[in-house]
């Protein structure tokens, strides 16, 4: 039984390298067909921008690099965030480095950690919307987002169009 969890917190270091890798260099899997892939910018040592600086929701998320619940989040629910939300507009993706104590080597993975503490951030993964701190008692799903984003963008007024 060691075994088997030897060898899942090998993948999950394995996944949370790949991620980090993939955000580092922008990654270079295919675009989905349902559109352009979004952009990626990189705001220097605060962590790693996806999607358009337009999108009428910014979801914020801290994550620790050699976290196996943010390696399952990044390859499970997020190319169907990509999908449905980045790559249509709607959403503006930043990913803020968040490296837990308990993990040896997620420092050297990270950029920062000091803006975590000021946005009060308490565990892996931690999202926000816009700002707010977002709330689930499980890990959220793409549906989850789908149903945060559209009432934020219904209660929201429009944003001037830039010139």
């Known amino acids: 039984m060691n075994r088997f969890y030897a060898m899942v917190a090998i993948l999950a270091v394995v996944l ?3 991620v980090f890798a993939l955000l580092r260099t922008g990654g270079t899997a295919p675009a989905a067909a349902a559109g ?13 921008t996806l999607g358009q600086g337009t999108a009428p ?16 989040f990044a390859t499970i629910q997020m190319p169907t965030i990509k999908e ?3 790559n249509t507009g709607r959403v503006r993706w930043r990913y803020r480095d968040y490296p837990l104590p308990i ?3 997620s420092r050297f993975a990270a950029h920062a950690a000091q803006e975590g503490d000021s946005m009060r951030v308490d ?4 999202f ?5 701190k977002l709330e689930f008692r499980r890990l959220p799903g793409s549906d989850d987002f789908k149903v ?16």
Do not use: M, W
Not at 123 to 126: A, S
Not at 148 to 163: E, G, L, Q, T
């Open 16 to 18: 949370g390298i790949a």
């Open 36 to 48: 352009a892939p979004p952009t990626v910018v990189d705001d220097g040592f605060r962590g790693y």
């Open 57 to 72: 929701v910014e979801i914020t998320e801290y994550l620790d690099f050699e976290c196996p619940v943010c390696a399952s």
């Open 84 to 86: 449905q939300l980045l």
């Open 103 to 105: 993990h040896k080597y």
């Open 123 to 126: 565990g892996t993964p931690t």
């Open 128 to 132: 926000f919307a816009n700002g707010k």
């Open 148 to 163: 945060i984003v559209d009432s934020v963008i219904a209660h929201s007024p429009p944003k001037p169009k830039p010139r």
